[in-house]
Structures are given as C-alpha cells and as structure tokens.
C-alpha cells in the first residue's frame, strides 16, 4: 500500500468510501453487512486505513454498518471520517444532535476527520451563517478532541468554493473535490486544486472513476491509453492521474464487491505517475468523451445581453453540459435549486434571440427545452 503523509499521520493513498456498499435485493438501504465485513477485513488485511461515511449514505445505515466493522479492530489501527449533512438544509439547526446521534451509530468516541458535506450553491448562505451555530460548534468539539482534523467536501462551482476559503480556510485542513481526469477542465478541478495549494490544504478525492464511467471506456476511448501502457488497466489510468497531481493525499473510492477492492488494492500497491506525454493523451481522452455531449459554449456572454428573460445563458449551458454528460446526477439540480425559478432553462421562451449572436451557433433554445425536459424526467 503506498501511504501519504498528512501533519503527523500516514495514511493510506487509498481510502474506502462507504456510499455504494454492497447491498441486499437492490436496495439501497439494506446494506450487505457480511459482505461489508469482509471487504473491511480485506481493506485493513492490505493496509487501507481511512474509512470514509456519511449521514445520508444507504438510507442513514453506512455509519452503522461500518461501525460495527470496524469494530473488530483496535482503535488506533484505523482513521474514521464522518460529514455533517448541510446538503439538506433543514439540518442547519442540529448540528449538535446529530454529531452526538453519529458519534452513537459508529461506535466511536471521536472522528479523526470531520467534514462539512457538500459545500454548494445551494447551501453555502446557511453554512456561512452564524445564527446555526455549525463552525463554532465543530470548532468547539476540535478543541475538545472529538473531532481531530476538520475539514470540507466541496461540489460547488469556483464562486462558492472562494467563498468558503475566504470564512473558514484558515481553519480547514482537509478539502475533499470531485477530481478525476474528465473533471480536471470540465469542473474547474485543475483551478479548485490551485486555489487550495494558494491556502495550504491537501486533496482528499472523491469520485475518482466519475460514477463508474472512467472504469468502462469504449474501445475507441481505451485505444490510445492501451497504446501508452499496454499493461495497465482501464480503472487504473484514473487513479495513476491522481497519483500524479502532489496535492492529492487520499483517494476515496465507493467500491461495492470484494473484486472491484481487490482491483483497487493492487493498483495502489505501485505509483505510477503520468508522464507529461501520458498526460497529454489521457486529457485528449477526456476532451473527447465530454465533446460527445457538451455544447461547445466559450462563455463570451453575447447571448446573454439579447436574452429578454435576462437568464445567465453560459451557466446554464455549464449546467446543461454537467447533467448531459452524466446522464443525471445530482449536480445540476443542485446548483439549479440555488438559482430563482425565473431564471431556471424553464423560463426560456423560445425566442432565439441568443442564437442569432453566438459566435458558436449553437442551439441554445432546443438545449433549453432539453434540459427542461430533463429536469422534468
């Protein structure tokens, strides 16, 4: 196992994230716990030390599942990451039940990592708000060493994340990002990273296979990595990019079988980092597995001062590009919340005004009503 080092800890490259377990009967909320079990054995057999849960993960029962896990082993032997679930804004106002209610399901006297889940557009005005109490709480169980590291998982856009740096980044040691090699242009991720290095705060990765996506690329998708590292296996090219960026410490990944584990495991037996011509190839990828679905929009904003509904028309096609490519997701739903109803791609009349000007020419009222629709499935 290749470890990191963080402050005075050594922690395992890769982390197990427990949102996509395994499960009975294909519910989501009825967690396998031997299997569970099984891969937790396997994961700590192997050196894997960080174990990363939620609130929300598998209908409320991730925490306790893997409580119980780990529960076979000392103390000491593992590091235990929670979140407080600010993506469900009627939790702003109990942070303290329900750090005490986690504390319970997990069977631990403290976290060693603590995060504030999701920072997004939709919920950055309540975490920032004093009258919740949720930073001088967390602050306070630091001090009291319930929690020992605090930090922050981040799905917002670049406007959000500064936002949050510029409040809290002085007392953050962690921030976990979706990063991955599509994401790395196509959510700002190369940006977000340069904005943490700026305050000093290491990567922790989520997502690094997008969903799964980057561990099932066609055959013309895979043809040129094959060509660059006949050896190495499609998954594998995800995390050797993340291997190859200095800030990231922890890679997180939700594996739901003992074989998906296992692969993972042998993976991050070796860094392998990218070379500059690998790199370049696999961003080559990348651009072409987002061109299939994304509008090609460069932000110039014509569109925007002829629009008579005044909708921000870049953000929106961002937006779009975001849901397109992954087929759903929560991301731009998410982020749509946060935006006036009047401003949403519902309010779009048709009228085409913004195409006439687009210097890309694109079909800006038909991506409207698609996304529309979209939303609406």
Known sequence: MIYKRFQDLKLSALGMGCMRLPVLDGDDAKVDEKAV???VACAMENGVNYY????GYHGGHSETVLGRALAAYPREQFYLADKFPGYDLSNMGKVREIFEEQLKKCGVDYFDFYLFHNVCEMNIDAYLDPQYGI????????????IRHLGFSCHGAMPVLRRFLEAYGKDMEFCQLQLNYIDWTFQDGRA?????EQYQIPVWVMEPLRGGRLARLSEAEAAPLKDLRPSETVPAWAFR?????????????????????????ATFQTKRPLSQTEMNGLLEVAKGMVGQTALPCTACHYC?????????IPELLSLYNEHSFTGGGFLAPMALSAIPEEKRPSACIGCRSCEK?????LKISEAMADFTAKLGA
Not at 192 to 196: H, S, T
Not at 304 to 312: A, I, N, Q, T
Not at 357 to 361: A, G
Request: proline residues 5%.
């Open 37 to 39: 079990s099984e891969m």
């Open 52 to 55: 990363d849960t939620a609130w």
């Open 135 to 146: 930073y001088d709480y967390l602050m306070e169980q630091k001090r009291n060493g319930r």
């Open 192 to 196: 977000k990273v340069e904005l943490l």
């Open 241 to 265: 990019f993340l291997q190859s960026i200095p800030s990231v410490t922890v890679v997180l990944s939700g594996m739901s079988d003992l074989e998906q584990l296992k692969a993972n495991l």
């Open 304 to 312: 925007v001062s002829h629009c008579p509904k005044g909708l921000d």
């Open 357 to 361: 000007v687009c210097p890309q020419q």
